[in-house]
């Protein structure tokens, strides 16, 4: 991807590093196969050279709709900032989803092996029961990724940063890649 080093700094500037355990939230915005836009809450696993990273069950409709059409955007919010992200969306590899599968957290990890229809049906005791019983006989660290265990690069085109100020009106830095790969920076009204 190689961004402009104005743009990596920011993105060191408001993003955690990879190995802070606090992973932000961000909004995943996709195309379903209707044409209708679709958005929900996803982690940031990680971010590097080669775009954003998130995971996911292989089952879900925001695997369906990028498998459909490979476009997304992603959306950070801060209070005062904003990190808007569209890009073409491609498989992470198998390397990758190990990595980021291992460094998530206990419930995480669980909630990869636990977040089927058939458990979502049952009543919440039972929701609570089979859990704490999955969790028992799965020791920390004795689980890898399970087979739907998914992830994805959103490979940037638009990177766009919004920045607010109380004193005076807010702005963005906006940094776009053209056909060739060339970026280009602006400054655009907030």
Do not use: C
């Amino acid at each position: 991807m190689s961004l402009p080093a104005s743009a990596a700094a920011l993105l060191t500037e408001w993003l955690p590093s990879n190995d802070d355990p606090v992973r932000p939230l961000m909004t995943l915005g996709t195309i379903d196969p209707s044409g209708y836009p679709d958005a929900r809450s996803v982690l940031l696993s990680e971010y590097d050279d080669t775009g954003f990273f998130f995971h996911t069950d292989s089952r879900s409709r925001k695997v369906r709709d990028v498998t459909e059409t490979p476009r997304a955007v992603l959306t950070l919010v801060w209070p005062g900032r904003q990190l808007v992200v569209q890009g073409d969306v491609s498989p992470a590899s198998a390397d990758e989803l190990d990595r980021a599968y291992a460094h998530r957290s206990r419930y995480l990890q669980l909630l990869a092996w636990l977040n089927t229809p058939e458990l979502a049906m049952l009543d919440h005791e039972e929701r609570l029961a089979r859990w704490a019983a999955f969790a028992a006989e799965h020791p920390e660290g004795t689980l890898s990724a399970p087979e739907t265990w998914a992830g994805f690069v959103v490979e940037p085109v638009r990177l766009t940063f919004w920045h607010g100020d109380p004193d005076t009106a807010s702005r963005r830095v906006e940094f776009a890649r053209a056909a060739n790969g060339e970026w280009a920076e602006s400054i655009l009204p907030g």
